[in-house]
Every structure is written in C-alpha cells, then in structure tokens.
T-cell receptor, first 112, second 111 residues
C-alpha cells in the first residue's frame, strides 16, 4: 500500500548533538518530498523540499535532507541541535496527480 | 498582512450542533485544503478546492461540508458535530505541485 512512515514517534537529543529523523515512502514513482516542522500550538512550516536534481537538499534553520532512491528514504538531518528545535516534524510526499500525504510525525525533545 | 488565517482558534461545542470553521488567505492561491490532525495519524485531508466553486473530497470527508464561493475563503462546516470530530483543524493554501502554506489551526472540542 502507498504510505509514508516515520519510524520514530519520539526522539530525545541533547543540545549540540546531531540529529537524524527518518522518513520512508512507498510509491511507484518518486514523489515530491517535503519536511515540515510544527512548533507547539502552531501551524506547519516548510523546512525543505525535494523535486529533482541534487539529492542533498538544504533548508531553513540549518536543516538538510538526503534523498536516497534505493532506500525510498528522505531523512532529515541537523549537525547541531538547538533547544528551539524541539517540535513535531512531519515528512510529506506529493505523488504525481495526487494530494499530499503526511507521515504520522516525530516529536523531538531537546535536553539542555 | 499577507497570509492565511483561521477562525475561531478555539471552539467548544456540543454533539449535534452545526459548526463552521473559517479560513481566509491573501495570496490568491488557487488551491485550498482542510486537514484534521489527530495523535498518531499526522494530518489527514478532509476536502480540497482547486478553484472557486470547485471542491473535492479527501481522505476523511464524512460529516463535513465545504464551499468556496470566493478564491480567498474556504469554510468548513460540521453539519452535526460528533465527538469523533474533536480534533485540530488546519487550513492550507498553495499550488497542486508545490508546497502548502498552513494556517495556525483551530482546536475543536465536541462535548
């Protein structure tokens, strides 16, 4: 079945540590790929997106994501996490001719 | 200011009552969307609209009605609210093949 999965429901990292949030999708053709962040009580904000080309995508707030076709993955990374990064992170895909599909989200907690 | 707004931000209602959630965008985006967010489900699409007077069902449309008489407005109506419709509702606008811009959300509680 077509789906978007985020295997980690909740991740806790220490401030200054590196971060990787996982996202996998199962669609026949590579969809457009997105990462959104949601701070408590807020709407979703786009961090970055991948349509084609360079598989390493840079986004806002120091985030990057790498598209790996062989693994059907689009993992989000940040080399050094700040306390303000604590939020919910959603991977989303936009298959051709279809609507957005969002993953269930990963909640990030940051320890001081 | 340009952007997307939702009202009310918080709403408490009773089972069986009609509730309308408002969404307004100033970007003149052709597409508008309504999602509900529930723990463990991420965001699920309720309805979307490609243009004024064009609407279509998403993943979870039952119990909801939408209209779009003007490009900038996309109200969502719960005709007879049920407890299972307690959720956070997000409106978004954008283009079909690009990012979506989200409103701040409406937290709806149905007692």
């Amino acid at each position: 079945a077509q789906s978007v999965t985020q295997p980690d429901i909740h991740i806790t990292v220490s401030e200054g540590a590196s971060l990787e949030l996982r996202c996998n999708y199962s669609y026949g053709a590579t969809p457009y790929l997105f990462w959104y962040v949601q701070s408590p009580g807020q709407g979703l904000q786009l961090l970055l997106k991948y349509f084609s080309g360079d598989t390493l995508v840079q986004g806002i707030k120091g985030f990057e994501a790498e598209f790996k076709r062989s693994q059907s993955s689009f993992n989000l990374r940040k080399p050094s996490v700040h306390w303000s990064d604590a939020a919910e992170y959603f991977c989303a895909v936009l298959p051709y001719g279809q609507n957005f599909v969002f993953g269930p989200g990963t909640r990030l907690s940051v320890l001081p | 200011d340009a952007g997307i707004t939702q009202s009310p931000r918080y709403k408490i209602t009773e089972t069986g009552r009609q509730v309308t959630l408002m969404c307004h965008q100033t970007w003149s985006h052709s597409y508008m969307f309504w999602y509900r967010q529930d723990l463990g489900h991420g965001l699920r699409l309720i309805y979307y609209s490609a243009a004024a007077d064009i609407t279509d069902k998403g993943e979870v449309p039952d119990g909801y009605v939408v209209s779009r008489s003007k490009t900038e407005n996309f109200p969502l109506t719960l005709e007879s609210a049920t407890r299972s419709q307690t959720s956070v509702y997000f409106c978004a606008s954008g283009t079909m093949d690009n990012e979506q811009f989200f409103g701040p959300g409406t937290r709806l509680t149905v007692l």
